[in-house]
């Protein structure tokens, strides 16, 4: 065996990259190398420490106990690392912001807003990541995080964007192929019936919550069904003339304002859960989590604002 002192820095990375991931194939595109060259990497690495740190099972990967505890020491030293560096070279993060948020809460609603957040503040630097999964603030590179769910998470702040809301969708032409003329105050829920139903994976009761909320729950079972891997790609499809999604209001108002979509039913069924802007809840604020705050917290309201005017109108 090899002696420790001899550990390559480099390896640490991709192992750090690997376990952030929880892949292989990820963590070598973003280290600009193959699959098959992390896992050499990672093996070499646990050659050396005479313990493994992955679980393997095809192309992911999770940490084992001791890969847990390793990987954590390994970041907070390639942290300082950084950090120390940017000291010697007069460098700061003050001015980066660095933010963990939802690919379809990202796609759907934060991106066609965030040009506003760069235009008020150019000086801060934007690094969004997006990711399903969730971060240990004291051991990520994470400012805040976009979280969904409840509320309740466990010593962290957690602020109320908005609740969610779900609403079928279909595009207008497709509307019209299936119903002709029909107005769309003359659509029932039943009539979902002649359409394809979209369903994500990532949301798999949305349909049979609204449905059962709308009193038609047996067109689950007699409408044909298409499923995708994400909420996003459902929405899409629906946008492509697929069929209809149930989707979060918030997430396609843009959509139904332009025609693009229509939602036919009057039913409103909003959610116990929803999305929360999450950091530390023991940190005090820096500017740039304080003036992101400020403007999404306002952004989030205005969309709340001018849903509730167009459910009540």
Known sequence: ???????????????????????FTRAGEEQFITA?????????LEDQLRFKIFQRGGNAVSLTPEGETYVSRVREALERIVAASMEATGQSQEHVLK???LPTFAARWLFPRLPLFQRQYPDIEMRVSTSYATHEFATSEFDIE??????????????LLFKEDLTPVCSRKLFHEILG?????????EDLRHFTLLHS???????????????????????????????MMSYEAANAGM?????????????IRAERLVAPFAVHHPNAAGWYFVCPDKTPSARKTSLFKQWIMAEA?????????????
Not at 1 to 23: D, F, G, P, T, W
Not at 216 to 231: H, N
Request: aromatic share 8%; charged share 20%; with cysteine.
């Open 243 to 255: 069929g209809f999604a149930v989707a979060n209001r918030a997430y396609m108002a843009s959509d």
């Open 301 to 313: 309201a205005l969309t709340q604002s001018q849903l509730d005017s167009e459910i009540s109108g």
């Open 99 to 101: 933010i963990s948020v």
């Open 181 to 189: 003329d029909m107005p769309l105050s003359k659509v029932t829920p």
């Open 1 to 23: 065996m090899r002696l420790l002192s001899q550990v390559n820095l480099n390896s640490l990375k991709i192992v750090e990259s690997a376990a952030r991931h929880r892949n």
């Open 201 to 231: 994976d990532t949301c798999t009761h949305n349909w049979q919550s609204w449905l059962g909320f709308a009193g038609a729950g047996s067109v689950l079972k007699e409408a044909r069904s298409i499923y995708f891997d994400s909420c």
């Open 36 to 44: 098959s060259a992390v896992s050499q990497r990672v093996k070499s």
């Open 146 to 159: 976009i979280r969904y769910g409840d509320g309740h998470f466990p010593d962290l702040k957690a602020d």
